[in-house]
């Protein structure tokens, strides 16, 4: 952040690729973290952590805490404690102060999702807003359209700059929250092997925004945003 706050949200599937790029991008020297955010609890999302917890000395730990029956979730958890990091429990309408006119908002799960299902884990995933001046990123994880009309509802102004395809695109693209959000950029993450499912995102995407603004990691590898709050810079791995 503009302030040097250094936060990481999900650690992806891998164990060890979220530590090997942090180790990239932070100085050799480095080896703190303000705080890890984990949206929810599944494997892709969850499976870098431990070993970026085990390197790292992480101050923050951001989670909702929705993540019923996981035998990962509990071994994280267990984990954290030992870190001895603070352990947030994340909810709708909670608002992190970074300094430096830079915000990030909980948009999703509200209050009421604190008893869910293994089912709806996807849907009560954090959604949270990264405001940097006048520049948002939207990044409602693995919302699928459920969750993203909740975001919607109990946030009407979603526009944002930057928008991450919920749940890697596919199927879960609401037009009512991708209308919302407005963006100038939407980044669709996803494996190359999920490059056809991509191509149907782009597809749905194309028909809303300029084929230039739509970005995938599977053609274009790690994608890094930069900005001063006014303007937007952008740089791709290939």
């Not at 690729?17 to 303000?34: E, H, I, N, S, V």
């Not at 509200?110 to 949270?128: G, Q, V, Y």
């Not at 028909?207 to 890094?224: A, C, V």
């Amino acid at each position: 952040t503009p302030n040097g706050h250094q936060i990481l949200i999900d650690g992806g599937q891998e164990p060890y690729k979220a530590r090997l790029y942090l180790g990239k991008k932070m100085p050799f020297w480095d080896y703190t973290l303000d705080m890890v955010v984990l949206t929810h609890s599944h494997e892709d999302h969850l499976g870098g952590l431990p070993q970026v917890l085990l390197k790292y000395k992480v101050d923050y730990i951001l989670d909702s805490h929705l993540s019923p029956g996981s035998y990962s979730y509990e071994k994280w958890q267990e984990q954290v404690k030992a870190e001895k990091a603070v352990d947030i429990r994340a909810q709708d309408g909670m608002i992190i102060d970074l300094g430096n006119n830079t915000l990030l908002e909980v948009l999703h799960p509200p209050e009421e999702s604190k008893n869910t299902s293994a089912a709806d884990i996807d849907d009560n995933a954090l959604a949270l807003r990264l405001t940097v001046g006048n520049i948002r990123f939207l990044m409602p994880s693995d919302n699928r359209v459920k969750g993203q009309r909740e975001t919607l509802l109990n946030h009407p102004d979603l526009w944002s700059t930057v928008l991450a395809a919920p749940h890697h695109g596919g199927d879960s693209l609401d037009p009512l929250f991708i209308k919302a959000a407005s963006p100038s950029a939407v980044i669709v993450s996803a494996s190359f092997q999920d490059k056809p499912s991509q191509e149907r995102t782009v597809s749905k995407l194309a028909e809303r925004f300029p084929q230039s603004s739509i970005l995938t990691t599977s053609q274009s590898g790690s994608i890094e945003f930069i900005t001063d709050g006014e303007k937007l810079w952008m740089r791709t791995e290939r």
